[in-house]
Structures are given as structure tokens and as C-alpha cells.
């Protein structure tokens, strides 16, 4: 079965940037997997930020952008502030009309 | 405003059957497809199943293959989910979420959730 991986926590300084991946346990993420980008506060339901790749979701800030980075899906989050420390998570499309959320990365800034 | 509003979650024992709601306002519900996402508690999203728009394709996790099914009715904007042969592992907040009309993604907006827990 295909696992998709994320690092499982991340660490940034306020107006920082960083570059969060989502890989394939084996294989390359390609535009293929229409890569998305979820954002989510304990307790709350996640919220969209970027789906095929790259297009943002409505009202999203241009600080957050998606990208294919060698193998890896990725999500640069650039002039980090206190309000995007919370869990983000991709989800790759496996065909068949089936997804495969990667495990999740807590990000924490400070 | 495009809403989706979950509901059906509630404590349940061991090889039960639920079966979840999710009614939807603000767009033309026919027009989407729609897809089931849970989370376990203190755990990650897992991705659950989806149904077209018109009802005329269906997909759905391994991990719920042949006891989980989803239905619609568009003429009441509603999107179900029926879990059988319920276990532990089914445990979590439901995500109702609408995907995109113009790109593949399972969700550009996401419901509040209902929670489904199975214990005996």
C-alpha cells in the first residue's frame, strides 16, 4: 500500500520562511497526484489552502504556496506568523478516484 | 455561502451501522462531487470515500471497502454515508467535503464534522 510521508513536526522563526514536502513511499509526486495542502487548528475542521499543485484556495494569502520540488509535493509558507503554527496535510490522488493523506506536519513557530 | 452541515454521528457499539449526513447549501450540489474524510482522535485525516456529482461513479478506501457505502440525493442537497460492520478503528470526527468542479481535489470546502464513536 502507498504511504505518502510528511515530516511529522517542522520549526520556523516569526517572518520566516519554510518549505513543508509530501513524498510517495516509492515513486516521484508529480502535477499527476494533484497535490493539496490542508491547514488545521486542533478542534477545528481543516481548512483548504492549495489544490492541483499550486492554485490557492479562495482567501488564502499569497504567503502560502504550493509547488513540485524534486520528487516531493511541497507547501513554502513564507513570512511565517504566530497564527500558522497548527498542522498541515497533504492528500495525493492514487487513481481510481482514491486519496492518500500524508501523516501530517506540526509546525511550530518560534 | 457554501455550507455543509454534518449530522448522524453518536456512540455506537462494536458491528453496529450509523449512517451519516451531510446537507449542503450555497452551490449546485448536483454539479459536485462529494467525499467522506475522518479523523481519529489525535490522529491524522484519512481520505474515506467520494460519489460524482450525478451519482454515477463511487470510490472508496480499502480500509471500509464492502461496509461502508455512500449515497446522495440531489433533490435534497444531501450526501449520506452508511457505515456497517462498525470497529474501534472507525472512531473519529466525519468530514463532509465538496470537491472542486474545475481541478481534482477531494475538498475546497469542508464541513464542521460529526462525531461517530464506537465502543461497546
Known amino acids: 500500500q502507498t504511504v505518502v510521508t510528511q515530516e511529522p513536526s517542522f520549526s520556523v522563526s516569526p517572518g520566516g520562511t519554510v518549505t513543508l514536502t509530501c513524498a510517495l513511499s516509492?515513486?516521484?509526486?508529480?502535477?499527476?497526484?494533484?497535490p493539496s495542502w490542508y491547514q488545521q487548528t486542533p478542534g477545528q475542521a481543516p481548512r483548504t489552502l492549495i489544490y492541483?499543485?499550486?492554485i490557492r484556495s479562495s482567501g488564502v494569502p499569497d504567503r502560502f504556496s504550493g509547488s513540485i520540488l524534486g520528487n516531493k509535493a511541497a507547501l513554502t509558507i513564507t513570512g511565517a506568523q504566530a497564527d500558522d503554527e497548527c498542522f498541515y496535510y497533504c492528500?495525493?490522488?492514487?487513481?481510481?478516484?482514491?486519496?492518500?493523506f500524508g501523516g501530517g506536519t506540526q509546525l511550530t513557530v518560534l | 455561502e457554501v455550507q455543509l452541515v454534518e449530522s448522524g454521528g453518536g456512540l455506537v457499539q462494536p458491528g453496529g451501522s450509523l449512517r451519516l449526513s451531510c446537507v449542503a447549501s450555497?452551490?449546485?450540489?448536483?454539479?459536485?462531487?462529494m467525499h467522506w474524510v475522518r479523523q481519529a482522535p489525535g490522529k491524522g485525516l484519512v481520505w474515506v470515500s467520494c460519489?460524482?456529482?450525478?451519482?454515477?461513479?463511487?470510490a472508496f478506501a480499502d480500509s471500509v471497502k464492502g461496509r461502508f457505502a455512500i449515497s446522495r440525493d440531489n433533490a435534497k442537497n444531501t450526501l449520506y454515508l452508511q457505515m456497517n460492520s462498525l470497529t474501534a478503528e472507525d472512531t473519529g470526527v466525519y468530514y463532509c467535503?465538496?470537491?472542486?468542479?474545475?481541478?481534482?481535489?477531494?475538498?475546497?470546502?469542508w464541513g464542521q464534522g460529526t462525531l461517530v464513536a464506537v465502543s461497546s
Open positions: 467535503t465538496r470537491g472542486p468542479t474545475t481541478v481534482a481535489s477531494p475538498a475546497d470546502y
Open positions: 450555497g452551490f449546485t450540489f448536483s454539479s459536485h462531487s
Open positions: 460519489m460524482k456529482g450525478d451519482g454515477s461513479f463511487t
Open positions: 516509492s515513486g516521484s509526486v508529480s502535477t499527476s497526484y494533484y
Open positions: 492541483n499543485t499550486n
Open positions: 492528500v495525493l490522488s492514487m487513481g481510481s478516484g482514491t486519496w492518500v
